[in-house]
C-alpha cells in the first residue's frame, strides 16, 4: 500500500521552474534574485539548463507534467532558441499532460512581436505581463523602463499571440487614492482576457524602497486602512467583472488560474532550475526542499564543472503539514482538513477551528476549510492560530 505521506505531491501535480536571472534593469522594489548583465552568452545558458534537466529526469522518470513556467528576471530577454531548446528537450524526457501550460514571464519593454511569434511556436502557451501601473509617473516611481503606451502595445502583441495572457498590477502605490485605484483597475479589467495578478506593494528589506523607507525618504505611502480600503475595492470590482480572486492576490475567469501556481497553492511537486531557484521534490520515499546558487556566474559554472550547488534539506511530515497549511488556506478552494491530518498525523486543532468560525474567519465545506472574505483581511494571524506550535 502506498505511503500517504510520500505520495501526497500527487493531489497537487508537478511542475517546473525555470529560473533566468537576467534584467534590463533592477526595479527599487524588487527582492527576486535578478541581476543586471551586459553581455550574456545564451548558447552557454540553455547548455547549463539542459543539463540540469537531464539530471532530474534521470532521478525521476515517468512523471507527467502539468506545467513549465518560465520566471526571473525577464524571460522575455531569452533568445527564441534558448526556449526552444529547453521546450524540445522537456518533451524527450517527461511525459506531458495533454493541457500542459507553459508560461513566459515578460516585461513590457522587452516585447518584440517576432520573438513573440517565436516564443508561441516553440510551445509557450501563456505570457504573464509585469505592466505594474498605468499610468507614466507612477511606472517611472516604480523604476519601471516602459510606458503605458508601450505596456499596450506589448499587451496587444501578446494577445495577438497567445489564447492565455495575465498581468500584474501594483496597488497601495506613493501617494495613490482610493478613487485612483478604483479608476486604474476598472481600466484593467477593460483590456483583462482571462486573469489578473493585483499585489499590494510592499517594502521588502535589501531592496532600494526598503533602503529609501529606512532613511524616511520614501513619502506618501497609505496608511494601513487605506490600503485595506483598496484590498476591499479589489475584490468587490474583480467579482463585478466575473474574475474572483482564486488566491489572495490572484484573480481569474472560471477554468483560467494559472496553472503552475495551483501547483504551489496545492502543495504539490515542483522543480526549480535556475541561479536562485527553489523546489519541492519527492525522491527516495522523502519530501525535500532544494535550493540553488543565487550568483549566476557561480551557478553557470558549477554546472558546467558538474558539480550543482545545490541545497536539500528533508521535511519531516508534521513540517509537511505546516507548508500545505500555509498554502491551501491561500486559495478558495481550501484546505483539505484530511490531508492534514495525513500529513501531520494528528488533525486541526478542533477548538481553534470551532473559535474561528464561530467569528466568520473560516468555514467549512466538507473537508475543506475555507478562509472567508474577513478571514481574508487577516490571513496570516489565521495561518498562525492553526500551525501547531
Not at 23 to 51: G, M, T
Not at 167 to 175: E, G, M, N, T
Not at 350 to 363: A, H, Q, R, V
Amino acid at each position: 500500500m502506498a505511503d500517504p505521506v510520500t505520495e501526497d505531491w500527487r493531489q497537487g501535480g508537478f511542475g517546473l521552474y525555470l529560473h533566468w536571472p537576467f534584467c534590463a534593469a533592477k526595479c527599487p522594489y524588487c527582492d527576486f534574485n535578478s541581476h543586471v548583465s551586459r553581455e550574456i552568452d545564451q548558447a552557454r545558458w540553455l547548455k547549463a539548463y539542459l543539463s540540469e534537466l537531464d539530471r532530474y529526469a534521470a532521478e525521476m522518470p515517468d512523471r507527467v507534467l502539468t506545467s513549465i513556467f518560465f520566471g526571473g528576471g525577464t524571460p522575455s530577454l531569452m533568445e527564441p532558441f534558448v526556449v526552444h531548446g529547453i521546450l524540445d528537450r522537456i518533451r524527450q524526457i517527461w511525459p506531458q499532460a495533454n493541457d500542459l501550460e507553459v508560461t513566459l514571464e515578460a516585461n513590457p519593454g522587452s516585447v518584440e512581436a517576432g520573438r513573440f511569434r517565436d516564443y508561441a511556436q516553440a510551445g509557450v502557451s501563456r505570457v504573464s505581463m509585469g505592466i505594474q501601473a498605468l499610468n507614466n509617473p507612477d511606472l517611472r516611481r516604480l523604476g519601471r523602463i516602459h510606458s503605458v503606451e508601450e505596456a499596450r502595445t506589448a499587451f496587444d502583441i501578446a494577445r495577438n499571440q497567445f489564447e492565455r495572457v495575465s498581468f500584474d498590477l501594483i496597488y497601495a502605490r506613493q501617494d495613490q487614492s482610493l478613487a485612483d485605484w478604483r479608476s486604474e483597475l476598472t481600466e484593467a479589467l477593460g483590456m483583462a482576457i482571462d486573469h489578473l495578478s493585483l499585489y499590494q506593494l510592499t517594502i521588502e528589506q535589501g531592496t532600494a524602497f526598503g533602503d529609501r523607507y529606512n532613511r524616511g525618504l520614501l513619502r506618501g505611502m497609505p496608511e494601513d486602512d487605506s490600503a485595506a480600503d483598496m484590498y476591499a475595492a479589489t475584490q468587490e470590482l474583480c467579482a463585478a467583472a466575473g474574475m474572483e480572486a482564486y488566491e489572495v492576490s490572484n484573480h481569474a475567469k472560471p477554468g483560467a488560474e494559472s496553472r503552475h501556481n495551483l501547483i504551489y497553492w496545492r502543495y504539490g511537486d515542483f522543480i526549480g532550475i535556475g541561479p536562485g531557484a527553489h523546489g519541492r521534490i519527492t525522491t527516495g520515499s522523502r519530501r525535500y526542499a532544494t535550493d540553488t546558487e543565487k550568483t549566476p556566474g557561480k551557478w553557470l559554472h558549477a554546472i558546467e564543472a558538474g558539480t550543482p550547488l545545490e541545497k536539500r534539506d528533508a521535511i519531516d511530515p508534521l513540517d509537511q503539514a505546516s507548508e500545505y497549511l500555509m498554502m491551501g488556506l491561500r486559495i478558495r478552494e481550501g484546505l483539505d482538513a484530511k490531508r492534514y491530518e495525513n500529513l501531520a498525523g494528528q488533525p486541526l486543532n478542533p477548538e481553534k477551528i470551532t473559535y474561528l468560525s464561530d467569528i466568520g474567519m473560516i468555514e467549512q465545506v466538507g473537508h475543506s476549510v475555507q478562509v472567508t472574505e474577513d478571514g481574508r483581511m487577516v490571513l496570516n494571524a489565521i495561518i498562525k492560530e492553526l500551525l501547531v506550535d
